[in-house]
C-alpha cells in the first residue's frame, strides 16, 4: 500500500535569501504562447522594471514546454528567454516547474541565467520560513491528473518522450493543449490544495506560510495558525483578465500588485 501523500513528509528544497534581499516577487501560470502577445508585454514590462531584488517563478511560465531543443527554432520562446536573460543580469530570477513546463531543463535555465527550484521549497528570509509550490501536487481530489503527473515526471517517460522527434512532441503537446482547452469550456475547474497536505507541509518546514499557483483560484486563506496564499494566473488577451504580482516585504509586508489595464476591453 503507496504512502498516504496528505500526511508523508516532503522532500523539501531550500533556498536561503542574502541578506541583502528587501523585496522578493512571486509570480506564476503566466501560460506564455504567441497567440497571447498582451500577456507577454505585460510579462517583459514587469520584468524589465520591478524594483525586486528576486523574482521566483512558481511554474507555468509556459503554456507548452516540449523539450529545451524546441527554443533555438521558435522565434517567441528566443524572445522570452531574451527577457529572461536580461532580468538575471541585474537581480535573482529562479524557476520551478509547473504542470505545463516541467521539461524546461538545466540547459535553458543556465543559459538565460535563471536558477531552478525544486518543489516544494522552504525560502529562508530573515526569520520568515515560506514553503513554495507549484501547487499541483496539492490538488489531490483531482485523481486523474495525479496518476499522470506521477506517470510523466518519472525519468523513464521523459526520457522516452525527449527522445521523439521534435514535430511529433509537437505534436502531441497541440493535441493535450486542444483536450485541455475542451475541459475549460465545459466548465471544468482546477481541484483546490488539500488542507491537510497543505497544513503537514507547512508543519515539516517549520513555516508560518505556503504560497503556490496552478489553481488559477487566487485568493489568502487560513492555514492552521499560519496563511496560504494562492498565486493569479495571467491572461490580457481574453477574459477574465488578470495578472497580479505577489510581492514580499522584509519584515513581512505582502501585498498583491494588479497589473491589469483598467481600460482594456475583451472582445
Known sequence: MSADPRTTAPSLGRLTAPAAWQTVDLISDLHLQATEPATFEAWRNYMATTPADAVLILGDLFEVWVGDDAAEPDPFLQSCAQVLRHTAQRLHVA?????????????????????????????????????????????LDDRAYQVFRQQVRSADWQTEFLAKPLDERLALARAMRAQSELQKHKGSVYADADTLMALNWRHVAGADRLVHGHTHQPADHPLGSGQRHVLSDWSLDQAPVRAQVFRMQRGGDFTRLDLTPTTRSIL
Open 95 to 139: 524557476f520551478m516547474p509547473g504542470n505545463r513546463d516541467f521539461l524546461v531543463g538545466p540547459a535553458f535555465l543556465s543559459d538565460c541565467g535563471v536558477h531552478p527550484l525544486s518543489d516544494p521549497c522552504l525560502l529562508q528570509w530573515g526569520d520568515q520560513r515560506i514553503v513554495l509550490s507549484h501547487g499541483d501536487a496539492l490538488c
